[in-house]
């Protein structure tokens, strides 16, 4: 099969913007990664990113900028993250999982949203301030 070569034409700014792109893209991709045998690279993403890069030199690359938008990014999956579990936890709780298969799926769908919600709330008023580890089963209710 014979590869057919494709040429991308962008002006400077629109190359910096996807050398930014492919920089966050490469960070999801990898930075959790050890380079490991049992956790490798996505060498795939590390070498577009390299190829990128040596077209738009990587010192043109806002990197405060970079950073910054993979900061919000992480942030607000945090708290989406963190609300998700905490829900899903109480969902489990809440239902057996008889009761948990006997729901439609809407329903499913609400009742865990029931579980998320509180949380969604408190976080977005109070952030962590009031989030307390609980020290035994009876503290949970159980």
């Not at 990664?33 to 738009?56: C, K, M, N, S, W």
Request: with cysteine.
């Amino acid at each position: 099969m014979v590869e057919k070569k494709t040429t991308l034409r962008l002006k400077p700014e629109q190359y910096q913007t996807l050398a930014k792109l492919v920089r966050m893209g490469n960070w999801v991709a990898n930075a959790n990664r050890t380079g490991a045998p049992d956790d490798p690279r996505l060498l795939v993403y590390d070498e577009l990113e390299h190829h990128i890069f040596t077209q738009v030199p990587l010192s043109s690359v806002d990197e405060t900028d970079v950073r910054e938008i993979i900061a919000g990014y992480d942030d607000e999956v945090f708290w989406d993250e963190l609300c998700e579990r905490l829900g899903h936890r109480d969902f489990h709780r809440r239902y057996s999982p008889e009761e948990i298969i006997s729901m439609s799926e809407t329903e499913r769908f609400t009742r865990f949203q029931e579980c998320v919600q509180p949380y969604e709330q408190e976080v977005e008023d109070f952030g962590i301030e009031r989030l307390e580890r609980m020290q035994t089963l009876a503290d949970l209710g159980l």
